[in-house]
């Protein structure tokens, strides 16, 4: 069975742009949360979505937005990038939300320069 | 919110011996507390977990235990081997889906 898909893998982009990153959860799972991953640090929550809605929100800022369609799919926006934003950025999904194991994908490394 | 702090940052064991990660949590909530290994250019990928009403688990070299009052739960490696050697995540959750990272434990296993 496929696991957590991303994409892009790497993505390069300039201070004020925006990216938009896309994430493909196992078959059957239904929730979807984001985490961002500086170098040297832990993961932290940006998002969490299940059955197409928001059920949990970390503490970043407005520019960052997420969405979640009918096919369980989701994807990320980050817009007006900082240098800060540059991290990798971690899809993790569960059959529900809740307490329930988290499976993460390989994630997608963006540099903002 | 929850704090999780992880120690030691950095870890160096013969191969054979035994590696020991330690995580403290700060929400008396959190009820869920999984262990992740993450290699380089990958993302984290989850070796063991314990629920909050299990003291101890294992699987095979693997182990967790969980201590509720004191509030702080181990990672146990036995028998390591250099395919051991990566960064290691302890975290803790509430209920809401929502993970608390430690800052990561990089064990290196020395052939």
């Known amino acids: 069975d496929a696991g957590v898909t991303q994409s892009p893998t790497h993505l390069i982009k300039t201070r004020g742009q925006q990216v938009t990153l896309r994430c493909s959860p196992i078959?059957?799972?239904?929730?979807v949360s984001w985490y961002q991953q500086v170098l040297g640090q832990g993961p932290q929550f940006i998002f969490q979505?299940?059955?197409?809605?928001?059920?949990g929100r970390g503490n970043f800022p407005d520019r960052f937005s997420a969405r979640q369609f009918p096919n369980y799919s989701s994807e990320l926006n980050v817009n007006a990038l900082l240098l800060g934003d540059s991290a990798l950025y971690l899809c993790?999904?569960?059959?529900?939300?809740?307490?329930?194991?988290?499976?993460f994908g390989p994630g997608t490394r963006l540099l903002v320069l | 919110g929850e704090n999780v702090e992880q120690h030691p940052s950095t870890l160096s064991v013969q191969e054979g011996d035994s590696a020991v990660i330690k995580c403290t949590y700060s929400?008396?909530?959190?009820?869920?507390f999984p262990w992740y290994k993450q290699e380089l250019g990958k993302g984290p990928q989850l070796i063991i977990d314990?629920?909050?009403?299990?003291g101890e688990k294992k699987d095979q070299r693997i182990a967790v235990t969980l201590n509720k009052t004191a509030k702080h739960f181990s990672l146990h490696i036995t028998e390591t081997q250099p395919e051991d050697s990566a960064v290691y995540f302890c975290a803790a959750e509430t209920g809401a889906n929502n993970l608390f990272f430690g800052t990561g434990t990089r064990l290196t296993v020395i052939p």
């Open positions: 314990i629920r909050s009403n299990v």
């Open positions: 979505y299940y059955e197409k809605e928001e059920r």
């Open positions: 078959s059957g799972h239904k929730s």
């Open positions: 929400d008396s909530a959190s009820n869920y």
């Open positions: 993790a999904s569960s059959l529900a939300g809740g307490g329930k194991t988290q499976y």
